[in-house]
Structures are given as C-alpha cells and as structure tokens.
C-alpha cells in the first residue's frame, strides 16, 4: 500500500474555492516523522513568526483576506510532501536502477514532508531553552549554520540558546562551559572558517549527556554534524523518550564527501570541491583503482608523463584500503580508520619510475585543512541558511530526531534513522561516474565487469541479466525521413 493525495473541494456547491489536500500516509511509512505531541499532552498553539515577519495574527485579524495571503506567503502546509524517487525505470537493466531489500525494482512512491514554518507550533517560545553542538570534523559552512539556527531562535522570540563548546565532550568537560548565544554575538561568525564552537570526535557516556540537558532544562537541541554525530542525536533522543523529557532532537548534516544517503548533496561539498580543485589545478586520474599491470595506474601514468611531462592523480581519501596493512577499526566517532593511502601511493609511485629510470619529482599535498577550515562559498551561505532555519522550524513543529536536507531540490524533514542507515557510495558502473570518466578521458583500471546475475530474469528464469530489447516505435510516417 502507498501513500496518496486526497482532494475535496471546501465550501457551497458552485464556490470557486481552493481544493485542499489530504495526505494518508502508507502502511509502515519508512518516512513517518516522530512528533512530540505523539507521547506527551502538547497543544498547538498559534505561531508568531509570521507576526515575527510583520503580518497580522490568525485571530482577530482585521483583514481576512490579507492574512490568508501572510499565510501562503509564508507557511507550509503538514500535509505537503516531497516524492524521495522520481525516476521510474523501465527495464531492470537501466543504468542507476535501485533494489529494495526484497529484490524488487519497480516504481514504488515515497513522500518526504516538506520543510518549512507551520501555521501552528507546540513550544511557548518564551519557555523555550536550545543548545547547539557541532561535532565530528571541521567542514565549510558550521558557522553559518550555528549563525541562522540563533538567527531563526530570536525570531521566533527564545532569549535562551547555549553553544555546547567543542562537540558532545562539552556535556562532560568543566573546562569547557556552555556558551550563551546570541545574534549580536554570532552575526558575523560567518566570515570566519572551522566552528565558533569547536568540534571534536567521539560520545561520552550517554546517561551524562542526558543528565545534563536534563539539568540545563534544555527543551530544542540541535546536532550539527555527519553520521555518526546523528546516530549520536538519535541515542540521545531515545534516552530523552525514555525520561518522557519534553525535548525534541534535530539534526542538521555536515560532511564534506557528500555521501549521506537520500540527500541531493550536504552543505560545505561545493566549497570543499571548489578548494580542492586550487590544491589540484588539473586532474588527469580520479579512481579507485588497480595499481600494477599493463591497464594498471602506473603505467598509465608513465604514458602521460612521457607524453605531457606532467601527471596529476587525484584519489579519494578512502581509496586502496585494501591494499594497506595494518589499519582497520572505528574512530571515537564510529567512522573506519583510514590508512594514508595518498603517502603509500607516492612511495609506489618514486619506486615504479626508479625501475623504469625514468627520473621524477613527486609530490605529495594533502589538502584536508586547506578545504575543511576554509570559509564556505556564496551558494553554501545560502544553504546552510536555509537548513539553519528549516531545523528550528522542524523544532517548533514538534517534530524529533529528525534531519534536514534537499531531496529532489525541495527542502524535507526526514527520519534520522532511514537517512544513516548506510552511506552513499560511488558506483562505478553509474551515470554520474560515466560522466566523470567521459571528462577526465582515463581508460577503466578496472578488471572488465562480469554481466550480474539475478535470482530470476524478468522472464521467470535463472540467467544473467540481458540488456533490454529496442523500443517499439511503430511505422513511420511517408514523408517523416
């Protein structure tokens, strides 16, 4: 069963009034948001950004008319969704097709909510107390963030924020006292780079979290940062719910490498991508890649070098894990250990050509700071102050343990859970890496690809996976060629 819109019309027979929409959710909606409202007695009360905005409020409006159209300028209606998958394949050998877990490759449609102020809120903003935390590593655009989130809080009316200094560490660390936040104290923290707050990696013990915004009377708390801070959000909010805590947990998603699943891309990847390329100046090889061999990278390089004088390699920074000894594990923050591929491949690189005598000078450049402390561009300002403002409005909606990102170019709320639950990787037989391929002109390093098997072609029968036949396109016309 899938989700679906209703439509009816409001009004006497004959009016020309505005249909209105329902949204009924599936059965088991894998994109269901947890609402405050769901395990604690909170009505909605009316909301006063738009009065914050400088319209009139819904009650005792002295004009209708114009607060109906305050109301469509500025809010978004609960029952507005986003649809997650838009594509719909025709033939299960259609590059970038996705399987769910059962195998299943069919069209089936998905609805995000969309993100936005509501008409009706469930925080007293005069009771409200937030705080903010920014974890895991430094990435373009934190402050800009931490910026609009304070921004959007004081418009609202909350006089009560807290910056949680140097990630979830603050909670535990006396050293490092929360920080009271304002607007006229963050208004131009976004022209700096790394984060106002600090960050650092890893989780103290949750109960000592909990305890303290427990104690702090925290009510909003905002977690800045990528997957493993959200898994972070999501244990706390579980915590919370057990304590019946009247808090809502909002994530916002911070990386650099722009692989959070569902998302069209996270804040900070077009500076950290622009950066890169004044560390790169010119890619001539961006793989993963096989190593030795006539078709391997070496050789490759040796061809360019020969041919230009000059070869530039760009790798990713996970790359040729498999080929490094001694590295495995999870850091302080549950992401995997990573070897330093890009010194072993130089080394390899200075022993490949002293065999050859063919004399070089290779070097190496990290730019890992150079890109993650820098201030973010003119588009990733604007992005992050639209995600900064979306995770309070989702605050003030009641909604918890939830994330904000673009999906299909509009703005949703989303379920932590369903957004971490495995990272975006590169496929290497995918559109977009084709493309990248098609521009960088380097030859495949990989071993050919085998056809994939299925459990059972679309004619019933165990076999490979043929591609599919030409389109019917009936006869043409006399006088069409």
Not at 335 to 349: C, Q, S
Request: aromatic content about 10%; charged content about 20%; overall charge positive.
């Amino acid at each position: 069963m899938v989700g679906f819109f209703s439509c009816f019309r409001r009004g006497s027979s004959g009016a020309s009034n505005p249909q209105a929409f329902h949204f009924s959710p599936p059965f088991n909606d894998p994109f269901a948001l947890p609402h405050i409202s769901d395990r604690l007695i909170m009505p909605a009360i009316e909301s006063n950004y738009r009065t914050k905005s400088g319209g009139n409020s819904i009650e005792g409006s002295a004009s209708p008319k114009v607060d109906a159209n305050d109301m469509r300028r500025i809010y978004v209606h609960d029952d507005d969704r986003v649809l997650v998958k838009i594509v719909h394949f025709g033939h299960p050998s259609s590059v970038g097709i996705e399987y769910d877990e059962n195998g299943n490759w069919q069209f089936r449609p998905l609805w995000a909510r969309r993100a936005g102020p509501r008409a009706w809120i469930y925080f007293n903003p005069e009771q409200v107390k937030a705080a903010i935390v920014t974890c895991g590593g430094l990435c373009p655009g934190l402050n800009d963030v931490i910026r609009q989130v304070v921004f959007t809080l004081e418009t609202y009316g909350v006089n009560h924020i807290l910056g949680i200094q140097y990630g979830f560490k603050g909670f535990v660390d006396k050293n490092y006292p929360p920080i009271k936040l304002s607007r006229k104290l963050v208004k131009t923290i976004n022209m700096e780079g790394g984060s106002f707050l600090g960050v650092s990696r890893g989780c103290p013990p949750l109960k000592d979290i909990v305890d303290r915004l427990e104690e702090w009377n925290i009510n909003m708390f905002y977690v800045i940062g990528g997957n493993g801070s959200h898994a972070g959000a999501t244990a706390i909010y579980e915590q919370c719910e057990k304590r019946k805590m009247k808090m809502v947990v909002v994530g916002i998603p911070k990386t650099i490498d722009n692989d959070i699943e569902i998302l069209d891309k996270t804040f900070g990847f077009d500076t950290a991508v622009e950066e890169a390329q004044r560390a790169i100046n010119a890619a001539y090889t961006e793989v993963t890649f096989t190593m030795g061999g006539k078709h391997g990278v070496l050789e490759y390089m040796k061809q360019k070098i020969e041919l230009n004088g000059i070869c530039v390699v760009v790798v990713a920074e996970g790359a040729g894990q498999d080929l490094l000894e001694g590295v495995g594990g999870l850091d302080a923050s549950g992401n995997p250990i990573l070897g330093d591929f890009g010194k072993w491949f130089t080394g390899k690189v200075k022993e490949f050509f002293a065999t050859q005598k063919i004399p070089i000078d290779a070097k190496y450049i990290d730019p890992t700071y150079m890109i993650r402390a820098r201030v973010c561009n003119s588009g990733d300002h604007i992005f992050c102050s639209i995600l900064g403002q979306n995770a309070v409005h989702g605050a003030f909606a009641g909604y918890t343990n939830i994330t904000i990102g673009v999906v299909n170019t509009h703005y949703c709320f989303l379920p932590i859970p369903i957004v971490i639950k495995k990272p975006r990787m590169v496929d290497p037989n995918s559109v977009m890496y084709h493309r990248c391929v098609t521009s960088t002109g380097q030859p495949d390093f990989n071993a050919p690809l085998r056809v994939p098997q299925l459990a059972t072609s679309p004619a019933g029968k165990q076999g490979s996976l043929q591609p599919h036949p030409p389109p019917s396109r009936g006869s043409i016309p006399r006088g069409r060629l």
